[in-house]
């Protein structure tokens, strides 16, 4: 597929890894439809887009919202008339253990991190499917999606279900509209704000749980600790529009990290024992 004159849609493109997507699609010559809920983070990008000589289309839009997924999804068609690249990228990370999560921490989690895909889903492929292009719909999991770990139930709960949400989307393409497909972007560590996302949390959702353990506490300030030295968000963008390009499913910037988490998922489902962590 040539992305060069077609046209890139991105949620969460306000920071992190949704930016370095925007930013490659535009250096591919795409014109590129941006969307955050951080208006600050959203109009940094469009300044960095357009310096780079992309036409851009930035609309705040809460992914959480159907009723904002759909206007953007008609102002992206109105503007530019086709999308060839829907990235359904905007996710905010709740930890913690699960049984004294707030209802209000998992229902951001997942409003966000598996409602958001949907909202995208349902705006964008009826659209797609009516203008008769090839196009390709990139919802963004995680490693987490594949495999738990321990205190982070609102997200890996939500990030399982993208998972499987994708899996069956490129069924139903494929067997419906075959010019279309999905890809599931499942990321280890990347250098973003992912671990900061109280940052955004709406007032309205209430305050996060405080922690009440030890090991809660340390789980955070380690894997938080390597997502701060993780991968660049750019490098991350060269190679899921590499795969892509090579009409990938799976994209994986962090390929062992994966196969050996999953390899273990399946050895212990194979053997029907308890999952082990790492
Ligand atoms: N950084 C990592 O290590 C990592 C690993 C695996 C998966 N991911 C996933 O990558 C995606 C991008 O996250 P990131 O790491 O770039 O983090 P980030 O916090 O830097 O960027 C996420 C962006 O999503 C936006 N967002 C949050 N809620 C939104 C909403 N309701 N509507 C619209 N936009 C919203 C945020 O404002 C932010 O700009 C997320 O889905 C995340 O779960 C990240």
Not at 137 to 158: D, E, K
Request: glycine residues 10%; charged residues 25%; proline residues 5%.
């Amino acid at each position: 597929m040539q992305f060069g004159s077609g046209v890139a849609v991105v949620t969460g493109a306000g920071s992190g890894i949704g930016r370095g997507l925007a930013r490659k699609a535009a250096s591919l010559g795409m014109k590129v439809v941006i969307a955050d809920v951080d208006e600050p983070g959203l109009r940094e990008t469009t300044a960095l887009l357009r310096a780079s000589g992309a036409e851009v289309l930035e609309r705040r839009t809460d992914v959480a919202k159907n009723e904002e997924v759909e206007g953007l999804a008609e102002a992206a068609f109105k503007t530019f008339g086709s999308v060839t690249l829907l990235f359904n990228n905007a996710g905010v990370l709740v930890d913690g253990k699960s049984w004294d999560r707030s209802l209000d921490d998992w229902r951001w989690s997942f409003d966000v991190n598996i409602m958001g895909v949907i909202h995208g889903i349902r705006a964008f492929v009826p659209r797609m499917v009516a203008g008769g292009k090839a196009g390709i719909i990139v919802n963004t999991a995680s490693v987490g999606g594949l495999a738990a770990a321990p205190f982070l139930g609102p997200y890996t709960a939500s990030k399982f279900a993208v998972v499987g949400l994708t899996e069956g989307l490129q069924h139903e393409l494929a067997a419906l509209h075959p010019q279309l497909r999905a890809a599931c972007l499942c990321p280890g560590e990347v250098a973003t704000q992912i671990w900061e996302s109280e940052r955004i949390r709406p007032t309205a959702r209430g305050a996060k749980v405080p922690f009440t353990t030890e090991a809660e506490t340390k789980f955070r300030d380690r894997v938080a600790g390597n997502v701060a030295a993780g991968m660049d968000p750019a490098q991350v963008a060269d190679i899921v529009f590499d795969a892509l390009a090579a009409g990938k499913f799976w994209l994986f910037p962090h390929p062992d990290k994966v196969k050996e988490r999953t390899m273990r998922r399946q050895q212990s489902l194979m053997r029907d024992e308890a999952p082990l962590f790492p």
